[in-house]
């Protein structure tokens, strides 16, 4: 008997072991990712204010530079930090969709809407959870649309407290963005939805949130193509 309890404590003390290694490696990771992260994030803004610097439009290409300016200092923020309050993620949701239409030339309308029963300065968000998904949708979906763009993000939440975010564009669809990828001879690969599943793998490690991701194909009714709908589904966060 005595036997079989220290080997029974023996087997608890290297599973716990071994969990916290897994826990520690899954923190690394989460850091590497954040931290891959900031290049990548400041790289596709660097390169829409170099595509709107080229149009030679002194007064936009200084709004465009004082914004830029601003996202930069709110990105440096919220990447100290595994949350954001929803009030700083939509902030700079909102600044990155200004930049992208300004560079666009308008070429699309966006609305960000909050549902009046969320406090945004007390409801918590993975940082920079939405920003990927918003770009994917710009670069992807509206980016091959000349008129009339349109992309909504609405938040609300559901009966267990989770935050239900809606994400819907008008472009041209996953499969029509792809065929001109693969026209173009390029890969089909969004590196910032790979680090984002990535990372959200690694909290699911660490503290056990589930975020869920849904995307949906959006048809006309003769079946062409209408755009995109992605619904991240987050837990709440204590």
């Known amino acids: 008997w005595l036997f079989y309890q220290w080997r029974l404590h023996r087997m608890r003390q290297q599973a716990e072991q071994e969990n916290a290694t897994n826990k520690q490696f899954a923190e690394l990771e ?3 990712l954040q931290a891959q992260m900031n290049p990548h994030f400041v790289f596709n803004s660097l390169s829409a204010i170099q595509y709107f610097i080229a149009a030679n439009e002194k007064q936009q290409a200084d709004n465009y530079l004082s914004k830029f300016a601003m996202l930069m ?8 930090s595994r949350y954001l309050n929803l009030h700083q993620e939509l902030h700079l949701i909102k600044l990155y969709i200004e930049l992208e239409q300004m560079r666009f030339s308008n070429r699309f309308e966006a609305s960000v ?4 029963d969320i406090n945004p300065y ?3 968000i993975p940082t920079m959870l939405l920003q990927p998904f918003v770009e994917n949708a710009i670069t992807h979906g509206l980016f091959h649309k000349m008129t009339d763009g349109k992309l909504n993000l609405h938040i609300a939440k559901d009966e267990n407290q989770a935050l239900i975010c809606t994400l819907e ?3 041209i669809g996953r499969t029509a963005a792809k065929n001109i990828q693969q026209k173009a001879g390029k ?3 969004s590196r910032a939805m790979q680090i984002t599943s990535e990372r959200l793998h690694a ?3 660490i503290e056990g949130y589930d ?3 849904e995307v949906e194909d959006l048809k006309n009714t003769d079946g062409s193509a209408a755009g995109t709908r992605v619904k991240i589904t987050v837990p709440e966060i204590e």
């Open 203 to 205: 909290l699911r490690v």
């Open 30 to 32: 989460l850091q590497a």
């Open 169 to 171: 564009d008008n472009g």
């Open 211 to 213: 975020v869920h991701v």
């Open 73 to 80: 200092r709110q990105f440096l923020e919220s990447s100290k």
């Open 122 to 124: 007390t409801t918590l």
């Open 187 to 189: 890969a089909y690969r």
């Open 113 to 116: 809407t909050l549902d009046p």
